[in-house]
């Protein structure tokens, strides 16, 4: 006879990873941004950081099964597949023992030619875990990075127990769908999940798909969320919305700091540019998808180099402004740190791991971007380290 299962209420305790939690009809809604943050963008960055990367349900316990029931929203595009169904990593004691998935639920389905959006409904779905051995143990519960998750319900067939914060030193990062995770294999197998495992630190995860575009409210997100280090990956979400021009960067890169720097002023920051894209090195943006014949999604630039000289964003001239804007701010600010991309992802490798859809690395370059990142940011020395 099966030990009947019981039910643990979804509180901001068992969550990490999440900047606020929003109360719905269903239960909980990890957010990545804060409310006021949340009203001032647009429906992109909506989308993104209501996409829980890097959130996860934590608790001690010696339970050997675990459901939670959620309400997903995928998003696809009109004309293309949907993504494959998200991914639930369960890490036990800090390592990958099982993977699984829910149905149902909801899909957001986009138009990239007219930005139209429509949402298709659908029911809660269940995530399973069993045969989890019988001893008190710390359980982690990776969210899919690739959709939108509401948390409704939490059972196991022993008591949980909320895991106290402050155990370990916290880690911020901000940057595009690359450190959000497109293309990672699962939702602790992105690049930031990766190295924050690899240095043991708590990550919060302020990674959003096409939305890293120095906006002021994601500034005063990253000054108001406790952090022990922060990081600020900056480019090509630049580049591929063709938002700015060369003149208007420098002040806007200043301006996003000066707003972390009002709350953290001597939190060790490190400034990130892009790793290679060479589609956007040499080529301004607008970025621009085209679909093969089996559905599948490539990414092209659409401006023209000759523009460059006018004003126009590439990579390159990112990297050369970001490289200046740090170097300006060095002497009055001797806790920021400035990293050139291509040392984390660069033209060998690009040889050896091209960019599978030309703009986001696949599973094995995310290993290799996690491993340098953690070298780089948190060995001995480092910007960031301890």
Same mark, same amino acid.
Not at 90 to 110: I, N
Not at 126 to 142: N, P
Not at 352 to 369: F, G, N, Q, V, Y
């Given at each position: 006879?099966?030990?009947?299962?019981?039910?643990?209420? !979804?509180?901001?305790?068992?969550?990490?990873?999440?900047?606020?939690?929003?109360?719905?009809?269903?239960?909980?809604?990890?957010?990545?941004?804060?409310?006021?943050?949340?009203?001032?963008?647009?429906?992109?960055?909506?989308?993104?950081?209501?996409?829980p990367s890097g959130v996860r349900v934590v608790v001690r316990t010696r339970a050997t099964v675990l459901e939670l029931d959620t309400l997903r929203t995928r998003v696809g595009y009109v004309g293309t597949p949907l993504r494959p169904d998200g991914v639930y990593d369960l890490r036990v004691d800090g390592e990958l023992v099982a993977q699984g998935g829910t149905t149902g639920g909801k899909v957001l389905r986009l138009d990239p030619a007219t930005g139209?959006?429509?949402?298709?409904?659908?029911?809660?779905?269940?995530?399973?875990?069993?045969? %989890?051995?019988?001893?008190?143990?710390?359980?982690?519960?990776? %969210?899919? /990075?690739?959709?939108?998750?509401?948390?409704?319900?939490?059972?196991?067939?022993?008591?949980?127990?909320?895991?106290?914060?402050?155990?370990?030193?916290?880690?911020?990062?901000?940057?595009?769908?690359?450190?959000?995770?497109?293309?990672?294999?699962?939702?602790?197998?992105?690049?930031?999940? %990766?190295?924050? +495992?690899?240095?043991?630190?708590?990550?919060?995860?302020?990674?959003?798909?096409?939305?890293?575009?120095?906006?002021?409210?994601?500034?005063?997100?990253? $000054?108001?969320?406790?952090?022990?280090?922060?990081?600020?990956?900056?480019?090509?979400? %630049?580049?591929?919305?063709?938002?700015?021009?060369?003149?208007?960067?420098?002040?806007?890169? /200043?301006?996003?700091?000066?707003?972390?720097?009002?709350?953290?002023?001597?939190?060790?920051?490190?400034?990130?540019?892009? !790793?290679?894209?060479? !589609?956007?090195?040499?080529?301004?943006?607008?970025?621009?998808? #085209?679909? =093969?014949?089996?559905? =599948?999604?490539?990414?092209?630039?659409?401006?023209?180099?000759? #523009?460059?000289?006018?004003?126009? *964003?590439?990579?390159?001239?990112?990297?050369?402004? *970001?490289?200046?804007?740090?170097?300006?701010?060095?002497?009055? #600010?001797?806790?920021?740190?400035?990293?050139?991309?291509?040392?984390?992802?660069?033209?060998?490798? +690009?040889?050896?791991?091209?960019?599978? #859809? $030309?703009?986001?690395?696949?599973?094995?370059?995310?290993?290799?971007?996690?491993?340098?990142?953690?070298?780089?940011?948190?060995?001995?020395?480092?910007?960031?380290?301890?």
């Amino acid at each position: 006879m099966s030990t009947p299962l019981i039910s643990t209420e !979804i509180t901001a305790e068992l969550v990490r990873g999440a900047v606020e939690l929003e109360r719905t009809e269903h239960g909980v809604l990890p957010h990545r941004l804060p409310a006021r943050g949340r009203a001032q963008g647009d429906g992109q960055i909506a989308m993104a950081e209501a996409q829980p990367s890097g959130v996860r349900v934590v608790v001690r316990t010696r339970a050997t099964v675990l459901e939670l029931d959620t309400l997903r929203t995928r998003v696809g595009y009109v004309g293309t597949p949907l993504r494959p169904d998200g991914v639930y990593d369960l890490r036990v004691d800090g390592e990958l023992v099982a993977q699984g998935g829910t149905t149902g639920g909801k899909v957001l389905r986009l138009d990239p030619a007219t930005g139209a959006a429509a949402t298709e409904p659908g029911p809660v779905g269940t995530v399973r875990f069993d045969g %989890l051995a019988d001893r008190d143990k710390l359980v982690e519960v990776w %969210l899919p /990075h690739t959709e939108i998750t509401e948390l409704v319900a939490l059972r196991s067939d022993a008591p949980l127990t909320a895991v106290p914060a402050g155990g370990r030193r916290v880690w911020l990062h901000h940057g595009s769908s690359i450190s959000h995770g497109s293309n990672a294999a699962s939702p602790s197998t992105t690049w930031p999940a %990766l190295a924050a +495992a690899e240095v043991g630190v708590e990550l919060v995860n302020l990674g959003f798909g096409g939305s890293a575009l120095l906006d002021p409210f994601t500034a005063r997100a990253i $000054r108001d969320t406790p952090a022990d280090v922060i990081s600020l990956k900056i480019g090509i979400n %630049l580049v591929n919305a063709d938002l700015l021009r060369r003149r208007a960067l420098g002040p806007a890169v /200043h301006g996003f700091l000066d707003t972390i720097r009002e709350g953290r002023p001597t939190t060790p920051l490190l400034v990130v540019s892009s !790793i290679l894209c060479p !589609i956007h090195e040499e080529t301004p943006g607008p970025g621009a998808m #085209d679909v =093969t014949g089996e559905g =599948t999604l490539l990414f092209r630039a659409t401006g023209d180099p000759a #523009d460059v000289a006018t004003g126009r *964003l590439t990579l390159q001239v990112i990297r050369e402004e *970001l490289a200046r804007v740090v170097a300006a701010r060095a002497p009055d #600010d001797p806790h920021l740190h400035h990293l050139d991309g291509r040392e984390l992802y660069g033209e060998a490798d +690009a040889v050896e791991h091209p960019l599978p #859809d $030309r703009l986001h690395p696949d599973p094995a370059t995310h290993r290799l971007i996690a491993g340098r990142f953690a070298a780089h940011a948190f060995g001995p020395g480092g910007p960031l380290a301890g």
